[in-house]
T-cell receptor
Framework: AQRVTQPEKLLSVFKGAPVELKCNYS??????LFWYVQYSRQRLQLLLR??SRESIKGFTADLNKGETSFHLKKPFAQEEDSAMYYC????????????FGKGTKLTVNP | GAGVSQSPRYKVAKRGQDVALRCDPI?????LFWYQQALGQGPEFLTY????????KSGLPSDRFFAERPEGSVSTLKIQRTQQEDSAVYLC??????????FGPGTRLTVT
């Protein structure tokens, strides 16, 4: 079975500091990994996906198959980055469903 | 254009009542998903349609949960004989085939 683990429920940093939100997954096949974000009073939205290898709002994430991780990083956090972040996995060639982690609430303090 | 919409946004039901939650996907999206999000948890998959075909219902927690998408567009999630543990936010998402999933605002169900 697939599983996504986000070990930190809460993460607090100061503006301008680097931030890393951890995500580990468990899946024996070849997964697709995603980061979703939910800002206050907004709906869940896609932040980035590993296959696109792009940087969105200064965030990047690299899929490390050896460590089964997909950590989200940003070198200089901004106050507007405060939100809930969910890591999610989708299996290739199977059901299109997403398997989510429990989420990390990021707070960027001024 | 309009995104995914869900109705009602809030629903309070007495234990034992039946409820129906509606999802209007983005026009042209063939895939439609239902997720359940309990307080403090991530969304958990319930079921998935491709057009009108329900291809995966492995996440439905019991036979009290039923979903349909008869014409391949609007979908309804029905919960019969609601229980307190059904209290959650129910999220709907739609996508092109294997594309990005776009989420609706959710329906918050409270069972008293």
């Amino acid at each position: 079975a697939q599983r996504v683990t986000q070990p930190e429920k809460l993460l607090s940093v100061f503006k301008g500091a680097p931030v890393e939100l951890k995500c580990n997954y468990s899946y024996s096949g070849s997964p697709e990994l995603f980061w979703y974000v939910q800002y206050s009073r907004q709906r869940l939205q896609l932040l980035l996906r590993h296959i696109s290898r792009e940087s969105i709002k200064g965030f990047t994430a690299d899929l490390n198959k050896g460590e089964t991780s997909f950590h989200l990083k940003k070198p200089f956090a901004q106050e507007e980055d405060s939100a809930m972040y969910y890591c999610a996995l989708r299996t290739k060639g199977g059901s299109e469903k997403l398997v989510f982690g429990k989420g990390t609430k990021l707070t960027v303090n001024p | 254009g309009a995104g995914v919409s869900q109705s009602p946004r809030y629903k309070v039901a007495k234990r034992g009542q039946d409820v129906a939650l509606r999802c209007d996907p983005i026009s042209g999206h063939v895939s439609l998903f239902w997720y359940q999000q309990a307080l403090g948890q991530g969304p958990e998959f319930l079921t998935y349609f491709q057009n009108e075909a329900q291809l995966d219902k492995s996440g439905l927690p019991s036979d009290r949960f039923f979903a349909e998408r008869p014409e391949g567009s609007v979908s309804t999630l029905k919960i019969q004989r609601t229980q307190q543990e059904d209290s959650a936010v129910y999220l709907c998402a739609s996508s092109l085939w294997q594309g990005e999933q776009y989420f609706g605002p959710g329906t918050r169900l409270t069972v008293t």
